[in-house]
């Protein structure tokens, strides 16, 4: 769910299924601050793969291959914050595949 868009940044509430994720992907020109809300979140960043839980987050830089999933058995919840001088939705780079 969208929740707010102005200069140079634009935060969202994300909703994953659990054993679903996101496509593998990367910006050109928006970096993402993912902060999760409830349950946990598996990270994949460049060539490493961590957990993050409730009440902790992961900064995912420009150019940096990244994809979330949600390992558990309840519904992931995150809230992201895009931040760039361009925060199109065309500015995804879909990867085939998911790690």
Do not use: M
Not at 58 to 66: C, D, N
Not at 67 to 77: A, D, I, M, Q
Request: charged share 25%; hydrophobic share 35%; aromatic share 8%.
């Amino acid at each position: 769910a969208f929740l707010y868009e102005g200069d140079g940044v634009k935060i969202k509430r994300i909703r994953v299924l659990p054993g679903k994720s996101l496509s593998l992907q990367y910006h050109h020109h928006r970096s993402e601050h993912w902060i999760v809300v409830k349950g946990t979140a598996r990270v994949v960043q460049e060539d490493r793969e961590f957990f993050i839980h409730e009440g902790q987050s992961a900064f995912i830089g420009k150019h940096q291959l990244h994809c979330l999933s949600n390992p558990g058995k309840l519904p992931l919840e995150i809230i992201e914050v895009q931040n760039g001088p361009y925060l199109g939705e065309d500015d995804i780079v879909r990867i085939d595949g998911r790690p």
